[in-house]
């Protein structure tokens, strides 16, 4: 927490405090108290970047994790994971506008595409990339030699 004085009155002291926030994605409303800081003179609350985060990360777990392909949970599940409509319609092979329609519910999902975004949710919370690098790889494949020889550290594990 960088912030020293309020952004919105700029005199204020802020003070630490713990803050319950919610975020509603389709019908369903998640809550976690969050560490934020507080202006004692105007009340403003601002929530600390990383901690909102991980909150908003834990909650598109829960989606991907209960299989749910809503477009707004999809859409919910991208943002989260910084991509942009037109990436994920690349990465997973369609137009920008089906993403458009999934999201909006006005075509209903494809639950491959669901699952491929789930997995680079899950990959994030485990701090991982497998899914992304899969998919960055077959939109750019590399040119893999004809004869490939592994030494027994390569096979025996990592
Ligand atoms: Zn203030």
Known sequence: MKTKHCVGCKTGKLARVRVMDSIKVGGHAFSAELPALRC????????????????ELRVAVELARA???????MRFMRKTVGLRAAEFAGLVDVTPETVSRWENDKQSLDHRAMAVLASVVLDRFERRSTM???????????????????????????
């Not at 004692?40 to 909150?55: I, M, T, Y």
């Not at 299989?67 to 949970?73: K, R, Y």
Request: some cysteine; proline content about 6%.
């Open 40 to 55: 004692e003179h105007c009340d403003l609350v601002s929530f600390d970047g990383p901690a909102l985060e991980g909150f």
């Open 67 to 73: 299989g749910e392909s809503t477009g707004a949970a």
């Open 132 to 158: 992304l690098d899969t998919l960055r790889a077959l939109q750019h494949p590399r040119k893999l030699a004809r004869r490939i020889e592994f030494s027994p550290s390569e096979i025996a594990g990592r």
